[in-house]
């Protein structure tokens, strides 16, 4: 990590955005140019995004002078932070310029396969990482809530996670469904992946009270609900996050990005940035 991260402290965060022309990608923007402590230093998009030279701000009539490009190196120049909400494989060719170019990264992709997500644990031998399928504040609070009720009620109460998003989300279940699964499964002592039933259809039989079950919903503009069903004998509990705006995510992703301020390696998620852990 340079020597200019270290005194970020001291000087406003010099942060280059993602996918800068996406949904999350303008408010990112947005957020980043209304904060005043960080300057919005890049806006990255794919080759061949019609708002290649643009200016980054021109969806919310704002001037920045900074431009949409492609190119990394040109972007990252310079930089503290990139924030980065595009897809895997972008993500990680995005990730191994800012770990040449001393640059950390706040990640909020998700759909990483295993391998993908081994490769990024190995960046950050080198680079400094906030990576979290839900930047939230709020999703991460729930998810210590989920942590706790789990651990008080570890049976006697069959567990399932319904999560409802946008007609235009290409993954299912969510990165943070599946987030919350993973918590309750390891507050359990079990393995998610041994655990997990996405979906049923048909005769299934009488549901395995060891499992822990997902349901997905796609339509309209939802940004983000997920609700974590503990359904016992008389009784049940829900907890439920519902998010209206993708701000939150953002305002969560500028936190990340001050607390990578004086790291120089290391894989964190939003725990480590909320003091959750």
């Known amino acids: 990590m340079s020597s200019d991260l270290q005194a970020v402290a001291r000087s406003a965060i010099r942060v280059v955005i993602a996918g800068a022309s996406g949904r999350m990608g303008q ?51 310079g930089a503290h932070v990139l924030i980065d909400f595009t897809r895997p494989e972008g993500t990680l060719a995005h990730v191994q310029a ?20 081994a490769q990024l644990q190995h960046a950050s031998a080198t680079t400094a990482m906030v990576m979290a399928p839900n930047m939230s504040v709020g999703v991460n609070v729930t998810l210590k809530l989920l942590e706790m ?16 998003h946008h ?10 469904a599946l987030k919350m699964g993973e918590v309750v499964a390891h507050a359990l002592g079990r393995d998610l992946k041994d655990c997990a039933v996405y979906g049923r259809d048909g005769v299934t039989g009488e549901r395995d009270p060891s499992t822990i079950g997902f349901a997905t919903i796609r339509g309209g503009d939802i940004v983000g609900d997920h609700t974590v069903l503990f359904a016992g004998t008389g009784e049940r509990i829900e907890i439920t ?7 939150t995510y953002a305002q969560g992703s500028l936190r990340a990005a001050r607390f990578l301020a004086d790291k120089s390696s290391g894989m964190y998620d939003m725990f480590d940035v909320l003091g959750l852990h």
């Open 27 to 77: 408010m990112l923007v947005d957020a980043v140019c209304a904060d005043p402590n960080m300057t919005l230093v890049g806006a990255l998009d794919h080759a061949s995004s019609p708002a290649l030279g643009q200016d980054a701000g021109a969806f919310a009539g704002r001037t920045t002078g900074v431009v949409i490009q492609s190119d990394l190196a040109t972007a990252l120049a």
């Open 98 to 117: 800012a770990s040449a170019a001393g640059v950390a990264v706040v990640i909020g992709t998700t759909g990483f396969s295993d391998e993908q997500k």
């Open 149 to 164: 009720a789990a651990k008080a009620m570890p049976t006697g109460y069959d567990i399932e996670i319904i999560e409802a």
């Open 167 to 176: 007609r235009h989300k290409v993954d299912a279940p969510s990165g943070t």
């Open 241 to 247: 996050h519902k998010s209206s705006s993708r701000a």
